[in-house]
């Protein structure tokens, strides 16, 4: 079973189209039922997420009726008659999905810590595969429309784990002398989050990998005019010390510009970490 929480909600079971889920309140209690399934989400827990700005009065009948389209939704058409994976039991739901049941969120949480094992071994061609598989099984938003404490939490772990993963594909495409992907991922990462200094470290990174000292020392200075005028303060230690050492090293000579052609193929990697969910929001430009 494939479940994609990003973007569009959807369920694919083997074998068959996938499914999406269109309630609005069935997406948020799948997605909460999904993340928590080992541990199980109470009731009042699952209430308080559906209805962040306070529960109705007829609330109890109300969750019934949304946890019963879950139930619909992950049921699986091979399942035993009368068998049930989301079931309620001491006040609180479980979702018993099969073992092997892949959550593009999950895969892509894993693909950045063996992308962050990987690029410490100095395998960057691993790396950047996985850090790219973990972009494409993030495309999309999480639950756009659905605010909420729990949501919102949720939404800036999953912002955290894009801009760690744009950050990894950036480094690993500048050691593999890549500058067009080391640039790209680091201009995104940038564009997220424009006070990100490790973003930033990125961007310099990529530029001098490529021999391009002076656009490095240039994003330098363009960090620090941004940190001066918007948050009254000096770049960090760390990129500081990157900058001095860019001022030290003898210019290097600059690298034949690569080619903007797609990846390679993963061959030997889990094609669910490098992104076997089906693209269903534009790629990153």
Same mark, same amino acid.
């Not at 800036?156 to 760690?164: F, G, S």
């Not at 001066?228 to 500081?240: K, R, V, W």
């Given at each position: 079973?494939?479940?994609?929480?990003?973007?569009?909600?959807?369920?694919?079971?083997?074998?068959?189209?996938?499914?999406?889920?269109?309630?609005?309140?069935?997406?948020?209690?799948?997605?909460?039922?999904?993340?928590?399934?080992?541990?199980?989400?109470?009731?009042?827990?699952?209430?308080?997420?559906?209805?962040?700005?306070?529960?109705?009065?007829?609330?109890?009948?109300?969750?019934?009726?949304?946890?019963?389209?879950?139930?619909?939704?992950?049921?699986?058409?091979?399942?035993?008659?009368?068998?049930?994976?989301? !079931?309620?039991?001491?006040?609180?739901?479980?979702?018993?999905? $099969? %073992?092997?049941? +892949?959550?593009? *969120? /999950?895969?892509?949480? &894993?693909?950045?810590?063996?992308?962050?094992?990987?690029?410490?071994?100095?395998?960057?061609?691993?790396?950047?595969?996985?850090?790219?598989?973990?972009?494409?099984?993030?495309?999309?938003?999480?639950?756009?429309?659905?605010?909420?404490?729990?949501?919102?939490?949720?939404?800036?772990?999953?912002?955290?784990?894009?801009?760690?993963?744009?950050?990894?594909?950036?480094?690993?495409?500048?050691?593999?002398?890549?500058?067009?992907?080391?640039?790209?991922?680091?201009?995104?990462?940038?564009?997220?989050?424009?006070?990100?200094?490790?973003?930033?470290?990125?961007?310099?990174?990529?530029?001098?990998?490529?021999?391009?000292?002076?656009?490095?020392?240039?994003?330098?200075?363009?960090?620090?005019? !941004?940190?001066?005028?918007?948050?009254?303060?000096?770049?960090? $230690? %760390?990129?500081? +010390?990157?900058? *001095? /050492?860019?001022?030290? &090293?003898?210019?290097?000579?600059?690298?034949?510009?690569?080619?903007?052609?797609?990846?390679?193929?993963?061959?030997?990697?889990?094609?669910?970490?490098?992104?076997?969910?089906?693209?269903?929001?534009?790629?990153?430009?």
């Amino acid at each position: 079973m494939l479940i994609r929480l990003m973007g569009l909600v959807t369920i694919e079971h083997e074998g068959l189209a996938p499914v999406h889920v269109s309630s609005a309140q069935a997406q948020v209690a799948l997605a909460r039922l999904v993340l928590e399934r080992d541990s199980g989400t109470s009731r009042e827990h699952l209430a308080d997420t559906l209805w962040p700005e306070g529960l109705p009065d007829t609330w109890a009948s109300a969750l019934r009726s949304v946890v019963s389209r879950v139930r619909s939704s992950v049921a699986s058409p091979l399942q035993q008659p009368g068998a049930t994976p989301l !079931v309620s039991q001491s006040g609180r739901y479980l979702l018993r999905l $099969p %073992e092997d049941t +892949a959550v593009d *969120l /999950e895969a892509a949480d &894993a693909a950045v810590a063996e992308a962050e094992a990987a690029f410490a071994d100095g395998a960057h061609t691993v790396a950047r595969r996985l850090a790219a598989g973990a972009l494409d099984n993030l495309r999309g938003s999480f639950l756009p429309a659905h605010e909420g404490e729990w949501a919102a939490g949720v939404r800036e772990r999953v912002e955290e784990l894009r801009l760690t993963a744009l950050e990894l594909a950036s480094l690993s495409a500048s050691g593999l002398g890549d500058e067009h992907h080391a640039l790209r991922f680091a201009d995104e990462a940038v564009r997220r989050a424009p006070f990100r200094e490790s973003a930033h470290r990125c961007r310099m990174t990529a530029h001098a990998a490529a021999g391009n000292r002076a656009d490095a020392l240039r994003a330098y200075h363009q960090l620090g005019e !941004v940190l001066a005028e918007e948050l009254g303060i000096d770049p960090a $230690p %760390e990129t500081q +010390a990157a900058y *001095l /050492e860019l001022l030290r &090293a003898p210019q290097p000579p600059r690298r034949p510009r690569s080619s903007a052609s797609g990846r390679a193929p993963a061959d030997g990697l889990d094609p669910v970490l490098i992104g076997a969910f089906e693209a269903l929001s534009p790629p990153l430009r």
